[in-house]
């Protein structure tokens, strides 16, 4: 009897062990557990390399958990996102997602991932504007008035571009959409070029990046006519929009934000959220953001979500009137 006793109440202390290994084994790791991963698909040095690193520094401080900016350039950002997309979805691994992820399911041919169902959308982080600046020696002083020379000179007026697919070019095939004027587009292989042509007067226009651009426009080099965001910029007030110049519903915003691997906790991507949403507001975030031509935003998962696929519809419908493809 007392043998058969010992003997149920020790498998009863292991069935009772058991199960409470089984609940310890369950019970989710706090987050973060180990270092995050914040893959860049741009080279260092870029605008979403200097997000990724302001992100990363606060996340780091807030977390005391390291944050390693992880570039890894190439294919228009696809080789970044094609790692994230396959990386396990506990929040360790994200991407710092730029306008150019929502634009490349239209440019190529065929993707190793789907855009959109691989990843969890965890907060849009900022929007920059380009500005439309011209050669002073183009006789074109406002949006309006290079639309008349464009309609009077049919294929006289060329745009220059940072790149076949890249947001300059896209902002100069609107535009031909949106007014039906036949522009030239002369690409080139980053901004730098693109800069220097225009300043020497061998291409007429460039939807230019803010930053780079505004101190050329302030010297007389060269001359804006409208900047590409629905509201005026804060750096250059006395520029237009181009709404405000007469092109009503045109709007480029060169976009980064963060994603997840689909699947990724609900919880995490929530506490992702709200704490880089706290730190995009900190007042030395957001002058580091303005000083590469970029402000803060602060939305929700499901408004990141539903923005992205907003801009897969629109510029899906502009690559494929323009023909373009990735290079």
Known sequence: MYLRSLAGLIAAVLTWTAGAQTKLTDTPQPYPSKPIHLLVGFPPGGNSDFVARALGRGLAESWGQSVIVDNRPGAGGNIAADLVA??????????????????????????????????????????????????????????????????????????????????????????KMMTGIDIVHVPYRGTGPAHTDLMGGRVSTFFAAMAGTLPHVQTGR?????????????????????????????????????????????????????????????????????SFGAEPIDNTPE?????????????????????????
Not at 251 to 256: F, L
């Open 86 to 175: 396959k990386a396990a979805a506990d929040g360790h691994t994200l991407l710092l997602a730029v306008f150019a992820h929502a634009v490349n399911p239209s440019l190529y041919r065929s993707l190793p991932f789907d855009p959109m169902k691989d990843f969890a959308p965890v907060i849009l982080c900022t929007s920059a504007a380009n500005i439309l600046v011209v050669h002073p020696s183009l006789p074109a002083t406002s949006v309006k008035t290079l639309i008349a020379l464009a309609k009077a000179k049919p294929a006289a007026v060329t745009y220059a571009s940072a790149g076949n697919g890249t947001a300059s070019h896209l902002a100069g095939e609107l535009l």
């Open 222 to 290: 060269l001359r804006a006519l409208a900047v590409t965001t629905l509201k005026r910029w804060p750096g250059a007030m006395e520029v237009p929009t181009m709404a405000e110049a007469g092109v009503t519903g045109f709007e480029v915003n060169s976009w980064s934000g963060v994603l997840a691997p689909a699947g990724t906790p609900v919880q995490i991507v929530k506490r992702l959220n709200g704490e880089i949403a706290r730190i995009a507001r900190l007042p030395e975030t957001r002058r580091q953001f303005f």
């Open 303 to 327: 408004e990141f979500a539903a923005y992205i696929n907003g801009e897969y519809l629109k510029w899906a419908k502009v690559v494929k009137a323009a023909g373009i493809r990735a290079e």
